[in-house]
């Protein structure tokens, strides 16, 4: 059976992963399980270039299929920040708490309809072969005043999304995965690899 290897140490992500792709011939590992254990640069300047950056190195370290993925927030307000740097918005090795502090301290004083946001999650995929893709997903919301609900990560408290009058982090985990930027693009990935020839050989 062929390696696909998903380019993240996340346990959480993983099994997401090897769910949807359970009708595939692949066995799914992650990086560490394939033997790569380095922290990656991640220099691009888009999700999406960062994403292929991660499955390039994994790639070239391995020779096998890689699927790696970047996400993050972007607000209205603050001109798509904090973008590529969401994980690092509040400094090197923050935790969730004061990244959601530091978003919250910006935005203070603005009003509600001015608090438009989107997650954005890129997935990009690597094929021994020289191919490659990347496609996205997106969820839009609004920057609540303060936290909501405690299913979720990172900015899920804070992300508010009107048509279901509930934060990400109020959601239950099967309802988030089907309407996040995540669940989106691997929605997107599936899609584009019963495209490829890879699933016959």
């Known amino acids: 059976m062929r390696k696909f290897i998903v380019a993240s140490r996340n346990r959480g992500k993983l099994n997401e992963i090897k769910e949807i792709l359970h009708d595939f011939p692949f066995d799914v590992i992650s990086m560490e399980e394939a ?5 990656i640069d991640e220099h691009g300047e888009t999700f999406e270039q960062n994403a292929l950056i991660k499955a390039i190195e994994v790639f070239n370290a391995t ?24 994980s690092r918005f509040a400094g090197e090795n923050s935790t969730d708490e004061a990244r959601n502090k530091k978003l919250l301290k910006l935005l203070e004083g ?22 490659k893709f990347t496609v996205k997903g ?13 299913h979720g990560f990172g900015y ?15 959601m239950k ?11 989106k693009a691997l929605r997107l990935m599936v899609e584009k690899l019963r495209e490829t020839d890879f699933i016959s050989k």
């Open 35 to 39: 033997g790569i254990f380095r922290e």
């Open 63 to 86: 020779n096998e299929i890689v699927m790696a993925d970047d996400s993050g927030l972007e607000v209205d307000y603050l001109n798509g920040a904090p973008g590529i740097y969401s």
């Open 110 to 131: 603005v009003p509600f309809e001015q608090r438009t946001a989107r997650f954005v999650c890129a997935v990009a995929v690597v094929f021994p072969d020289g191919n």
């Open 138 to 150: 997106t969820c839009e919301g609004v920057i609540g005043n303060g936290p909501a609900g405690k």
């Open 156 to 170: 899920d408290p804070l992300f508010y999304m009107p048509e279901y009058k509930m934060t990400m982090a109020q």
């Open 173 to 183: 985990p099967a309802q988030k995965h089907r309407i996040s930027h995540r669940g």
